[in-house]
């Protein structure tokens, strides 16, 4: 089968290697469509402590059921399937405490085992025992499901925040994330939706993704904006789903008493240090959130959003054959695409 190696920082190898073997309690499965994420594209450009080279990468897999382990009962051989890629122990004080996105032992596809960027892979049996695979109906397309990984981790920071009817929420950064922030802050109630980019091309993309009012806030200063869009309030709810501090301080000078501010997107680790007004955070009584991994649970959530079409899928803008993934991370970065999915099975 073909499989996509990343070999070191940018560099990958499409190699020939064999079908892996079917886990007697596991699945393999044949991929459909694997999503290109911003972790992915960091992965590859900077690098990251998680991996080990060489690594197949992908963690948003959805595809068919190509073979069923020997011990394995519920599943058959082109049964369509999602996977929550993210397995946890059970057993740590997180796992334990109900808080499995945290576990100390977590393994993820594509970091831990190999990943989707590849022709087949495998669902190993503690994903099946934990209940981390969906089965996707027969008529359903699988491409847009690759989509409920980014959806649960949405989902989950949107229930901390408790995103609420006729709230203000601004989300800095219009990646797919930002999109999908947009689309589930509008299925909360939330009547006005201000997204802000730096980027102006990246921005134009996404109007039809829930967001209400748009600020290219390289050109225009995002906190008065706010300010006059909220009669000078401020706004209910800030995510920054950006790898940037500034609008950390932004957050904090644009949200109304008792606002809440969500760090969505980490920080570059050489540079991790943001510095917002600590007496605006004390006088405003505000709640800062840190966003980051989803359960099980959440997962599910994302799935059901996407199988009673709740979600404009729209914001998947470009479907590559998996040896262009250095094109695909290249379009992402200069904000030509939105999301990216790859697909092994696909001709040049
Ligand atoms: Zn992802
Ligand atoms: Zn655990």
């Given at each position: 089968?073909?499989?996509?190696?990343?070999?070191?920082?940018?560099?990958?190898?499409?190699?020939?290697?064999?079908?892996?073997?079917?886990?007697?309690?596991?699945?393999?499965?044949?991929?459909?469509s694997?999503g290109?994420?911003?972790?992915?594209?960091?992965?590859?450009?900077?690098?990251?402590?998680?991996?080990?080279?060489?690594?197949?990468?992908?963690?948003e897999?959805a595809?068919?059921?190509?073979?069923?382990?020997?011990?394995?009962?519920?599943?058959?051989?082109?049964?369509?399937?999602v996977?929550?890629?993210?397995?946890?122990?059970?057993?740590?004080?997180?796992?334990?405490?109900?808080?499995?996105?945290?576990?100390?032992?977590?393994?993820?596809?594509?970091?831990?085992?190999?990943?989707?960027?590849?022709?087949?892979?495998?669902?190993?049996?503690?994903?099946?025992?934990?209940?981390?695979?969906?089965?996707?109906?027969?008529?359903a397309d699988l491409e847009p499901m690759i989509l409920a990984?980014l959806l649960?981790?949405?989902?989950?920071?949107?229930?901390?925040?408790?995103?609420?009817?006729?709230?203000?929420?601004?989300?800095?950064?219009?990646?797919p994330?930002?999109c999908l922030?947009?689309q589930?802050?509008?299925?909360?109630?939330?009547?006005?939706?201000?997204?802000?980019?730096?980027?102006?091309?990246?921005?134009?993309?996404c109007?039809e993704f829930g967001?209400?009012?748009?600020?290219?806030?390289?050109?225009?200063?995002?906190?008065?904006?706010?300010?006059?869009?909220?009669?000078?309030?401020?706004?209910?709810?800030?995510?920054?789903?950006?790898?940037?501090?500034?609008?950390?301080?932004?957050?904090?000078?644009?949200?109304?008493?008792?606002?809440?501010?969500?760090?969505?997107?980490?920080?570059?680790?050489?540079?991790?240090?943001?510095?917002?007004?600590?007496?605006?955070?004390?006088?405003?009584?505000?709640?800062?959130?840190?966003?980051?991994?989803?359960?099980?649970?959440?997962?599910?959530?994302g799935y059901?959003l996407l199988a009673a079409g709740r979600i404009d899928t729209r914001i998947i803008t470009h479907t590559?054959?998996?040896?262009?993934?250095?094109?695909?991370?290249?379009?992402?970065?200069?904000?030509?695409?939105i999301k990216?999915v790859?697909?092994?099975?696909?001709?040049?």
């Amino acid at each position: 089968m073909k499989a996509l190696y990343l070999t070191g920082k940018a560099q990958v190898e499409m190699r020939d290697i064999p079908v892996p073997e079917c886990p007697d309690d596991g699945l393999l499965i044949k991929i459909d469509s694997v999503g290109l994420c911003g972790s992915d594209v960091r992965t590859y450009s900077v690098g990251s402590a998680k991996i080990n080279y060489p690594v197949i990468l992908g963690h948003e897999n959805a595809g068919y059921v190509e073979k069923v382990g020997k011990n394995v009962t519920g599943w058959k051989v082109g049964d369509k399937v999602v996977a929550n890629p993210a397995i946890p122990c059970g057993k740590c004080y997180y796992c334990v405490n109900k808080m499995p996105g945290l576990c100390d032992n977590i393994q993820v596809a594509g970091t831990s085992f190999p990943g989707g960027f590849a022709q087949y892979m495998v669902f190993p049996g503690d994903m099946l025992s934990r209940g981390q695979i969906i089965k996707v109906p027969d008529d359903a397309d699988l491409e847009p499901m690759i989509l409920a990984e980014l959806l649960a981790s949405v989902v989950k920071a949107q229930d901390d925040l408790k995103v609420g009817m006729g709230e203000t929420v601004v989300i800095v950064g219009s990646g797919p994330i930002g999109c999908l922030h947009a689309q589930i802050a509008r299925l909360h109630g939330a009547t006005k939706i201000i997204m802000a980019e730096l980027n102006k091309e990246r921005l134009d993309k996404c109007h039809e993704f829930g967001g209400t009012h748009f600020i290219v806030s390289s050109q225009e200063d995002l906190v008065q904006r706010v300010m006059e869009i909220t009669d000078g309030r401020g706004a209910d709810v800030c995510i920054v789903a950006c790898p940037s501090a500034k609008p950390h301080q932004q957050g904090v000078e644009l949200l109304r008493k008792e606002g809440r501010l969500c760090l969505f997107g980490g920080l570059p680790k050489d540079n991790p240090w943001t510095t917002m007004d600590g007496n605006l955070i004390h006088y405003k009584r505000l709640r800062i959130f840190g966003a980051y991994s989803y359960s099980a649970a959440d997962f599910a959530k994302g799935y059901e959003l996407l199988a009673a079409g709740r979600i404009d899928t729209r914001i998947i803008t470009h479907t590559l054959p998996l040896e262009k993934m250095p094109e695909g991370v290249r379009m992402i970065q200069q904000g030509e695409a939105i999301k990216v999915v790859l697909k092994p099975w696909m001709e040049e």
